[in-house]
């Protein structure tokens, strides 16, 4: 019905940048707010950052990736970014993205990808 799929980890140095893609397919009508989760092993998945459809972030980035990680979309491509700077290790996670969709079917549900890894290492 509705497809999230990520693109763009692996493995980065400390200090690195990596951009994280999310591009949105299948039965969409339309799109409200995008986000970008994480769950590091042995952890909860938490959230990073939310972008809404007007690319309104407000204050939703999470303390630990602020100044450092920049959420945007390109609402034509039913696309989400994440640019990531000045990685750390403790950086490293599943990255995962969601959207909450309105399909042309009139359903309105939160939809998932399968997920990215990150890995901040020497």
């Known amino acids: 019905q509705v497809q999230l799929v990520e693109s763009g980890g692996g493995l980065v140095q400390p200090g690195g940048s990596l951009r994280l893609s999310c591009a949105a397919s299948?039965?969409?009508?339309?799109?409200?707010?995008m986000g970008w989760y994480r769950q590091a092993p042995g952890k909860e998945r938490e959230l990073v950052t939310r972008?809404?459809?007007?690319?309104?972030?407000?204050?939703n980035y999470a303390d630990s990736v602020r100044g450092r990680f920049t959420i945007s979309r390109d609402n034509a491509k039913n696309t989400v970014y994440l640019q990531m700077n000045s990685l750390r290790p403790e950086d490293t996670a599943v990255y995962y993205c969601?959207?909450?969709?309105?399909?042309?079917?009139?359903?309105?549900?939160?939809?998932w990808g399968q997920g990215t890894l990150v890995t901040v290492s020497s």
């Open positions: 972008v809404t459809s007007l690319g309104n972030t407000n204050t």
């Open positions: 299948g039965s969409i009508f339309t799109i409200g707010d």
């Open positions: 969601n959207a909450d969709v309105w399909t042309t079917s009139k359903i309105h549900a939160t939809f």
